[in-house]
Every structure is written in C-alpha cells, then in structure tokens.
C-alpha cells in the first residue's frame, strides 16, 4: 500500500516503482489521471484507491486552534503571518540557493510575522553545496521572525495568512486554506525537471504553466515584497481559482484520514477498530 506525501505538479510520485504496490492511495482525480496516462492503467485499475490525503485534513476538518497556536508561537496578533516554505534545495537553481538569504530578510524587514519551514534536506545536503542553512538562520535576528524545525508544516500554513514558495507541493496544500500565494521565479529549476523527464521517456511534469494561475510570480525582491504587500491587502485575489486547483488536486479534504483506516482494516479483513 502506497500513502503519498505529497501531490506535485514536478508528479514525481507517478513512478513506475509505484506499480509494484498492490494498492494506490491516491490523493485526487489528477494523481490518478497521471498515473493512468502515464502507464497507460484503466480507469478501473484494481491499484487504484480514492482516499484523499490524509496529511492535509487538518487544514479544514477544524482540528487545529489558530489562537492556541499563534500564542505558543509567540506571534503577534496585530500582524499577518507570511511563511516561507521553498522547495528542497538545488544548487543554484531553486529559490533557497538562488535567492535565500535576499528573500529572507526582505521579508523579515516586513510588517509582519514571518515563519521559515524550510524543507528537511535544507539541511542534510548543505556538505555539498557548502550552504549551512541551520548556522545562516541562527545569525539572523528580527523581532517577528520564526525558525520551524518540525517536520509537518500543515500546522505552519494553518496559522499563516499568506504563503512565499516556488515549486513545492505545500503550494497546492496551501490552496485549501484559500489565502494569497507568492511564487519566487525558478525557471531553472523548471528546466532542469523537463530535460531529466524527457531523459526518462516521460512527460508527468506540469511545470510550465506551473503556479501562474493561483499566485502571483515575482524574480525580485522589490517585487517579492509588493506581491506580499498587494495579497495581505486582497486576500480574496484568485479565489476561484485557488478553490478549482483544491478540486482538481485533493478528494474530499478533512475525512481521508477516516477513509483511509477503514480501508486499511478491509484489507487486513479486520473489523473497524481491532
């Protein structure tokens, strides 16, 4: 049984090592429109299992308390809350390498509280791009300003009114709370995914239009900081959009977790809660 971590428009979890699992716990109709193109899998594929993803229930089944929150964070309640969840790092191309330390104290010199959830291998791998990212945070101090260290960053966007990224998955997460995104530039990065997926014989990725319709893209900090600026001050912008990419994306978002263990005891022929 395959539980997915994620649903990126890079779909690198539409791999063919995938097919050897005897069930698919797939996130939404796109993951499964994916595998089915990309292997050719009927519409009826016994792998096939809609459930959701169990991950981002709490984003909208009301599990999470932002004031509780917000309070053991130590956030200020008279500011919005930006949080800045790149990518995991690749050299030179993705937003952390590119532009980390810029983006960063720009937002930091905000009127806001600011939230950094960098991804995990920020700070496994920086022996081989000689960037010590755990030892560059620590030097900046700014009053508003948050280090996340935890591994789940669904509690992080909960509590943030606006979201700074590039290509990662917690975009599309981030939909679901229907708040304004600010995606910094990585067309490097972009094509760094196209060459490697047409090395494989593939075409899973959907990274050319990739954002453009649910953020807004910026390549500078003076730009960076008037997207911020412009969606704190028009949070409603994109709206629509953002709530067509949740259907496309996510089945039924707040009750997979539920689905998800019913089918795991019917698998295993237990009745529910033995």
């Given at each position: 049984?395959q539980?997915f971590?994620?649903?990126?428009?890079?779909?690198?979890?539409v791999?063919?090592?995938a097919l050897?699992y005897?069930?698919?716990?797939?996130a939404?109709e796109?993951?499964?429109?994916?595998?089915?193109?990309?292997?050719?899998l009927?519409?009826?594929?016994?792998r096939?299992?809609?459930?959701?993803?169990?991950?981002?229930?709490?984003?909208v089944?009301?599990?999470l308390n932002s004031?509780?929150?917000?309070?053991?964070?130590?956030?200020?309640n008279?500011?919005?809350?930006?949080?800045?969840?790149?990518?995991?790092?690749?050299p030179?191309?993705s937003?952390?390498?590119?532009?980390g330390?810029q983006l960063?104290?720009?937002i930091?010199d905000?009127e806001?509280?600011f939230?950094i959830?960098l991804?995990d291998r920020a700070?496994?791998?920086?022996?081989?791009?000689s960037?010590?990212?755990?030892?560059?945070?620590k030097r900046i101090k700014?009053?508003h300003?948050k280090?996340?260290?935890?591994y789940d960053?669904?509690p992080?966007?909960f509590?943030?009114?606006?979201?700074v990224?590039d290509?990662?998955s917690v975009v599309n997460?981030?939909?679901l709370?229907d708040r304004?995104?600010?995606?910094?530039?990585?067309?490097?990065?972009i094509q760094?995914?196209?060459?490697?997926?047409?090395?494989?014989g593939l075409?899973?990725?959907d990274?050319?239009?990739?954002?453009?319709?649910?953020?807004?893209?910026?390549n500078?900090m003076e730009?960076l900081?008037k997207?911020?600026?412009?969606?704190?001050?028009n949070?409603?912008?994109?709206?629509e959009?953002?709530?067509?990419f949740?259907?496309?994306?996510?089945?039924?978002?707040?009750t997979?977790?539920e689905r998800?263990?019913?089918?795991?005891?019917?698998?295993?022929?237990?009745?529910?809660?033995?």
């Amino acid at each position: 049984m395959q539980i997915f971590h994620g649903v990126s428009l890079k779909n690198r979890a539409v791999h063919k090592k995938a097919l050897a699992y005897d069930k698919l716990f797939l996130a939404g109709e796109y993951m499964k429109r994916k595998f089915m193109e990309t292997w050719k899998l009927a519409e009826d594929d016994p792998r096939f299992e809609m459930i959701g993803m169990p991950k981002v229930d709490p984003l909208v089944n009301g599990s999470l308390n932002s004031s509780e929150m917000k309070r053991s964070l130590g956030l200020d309640n008279r500011l919005p809350t930006v949080i800045y969840a790149p990518t995991r790092p690749s050299p030179t191309s993705s937003s952390l390498p590119m532009a980390g330390e810029q983006l960063i104290t720009t937002i930091a010199d905000m009127e806001v509280n600011f939230l950094i959830k960098l991804h995990d291998r920020a700070y496994k791998t920086w022996r081989s791009t000689s960037e010590d990212w755990e030892q560059k945070l620590k030097r900046i101090k700014k009053p508003h300003l948050k280090v996340i260290d935890d591994y789940d960053v669904v509690p992080y966007l909960f509590v943030s009114d606006l979201l700074v990224s590039d290509i990662s998955s917690v975009v599309n997460e981030f939909c679901l709370l229907d708040r304004p995104i600010v995606l910094y530039d990585v067309p490097r990065l972009i094509q760094f995914h196209k060459r490697k997926e047409l090395a494989r014989g593939l075409t899973t990725s959907d990274l050319e239009d990739w954002g453009r319709e649910v953020g807004t893209i910026v390549n500078d900090m003076e730009g960076l900081r008037k997207a911020i600026e412009h969606g704190i001050e028009n949070p409603q912008e994109k709206s629509e959009l953002r709530r067509a990419f949740v259907q496309k994306f996510f089945y039924k978002p707040g009750t997979a977790t539920e689905r998800a263990v019913e089918k795991i005891y019917q698998l295993l022929n237990l009745p529910p809660g033995q």
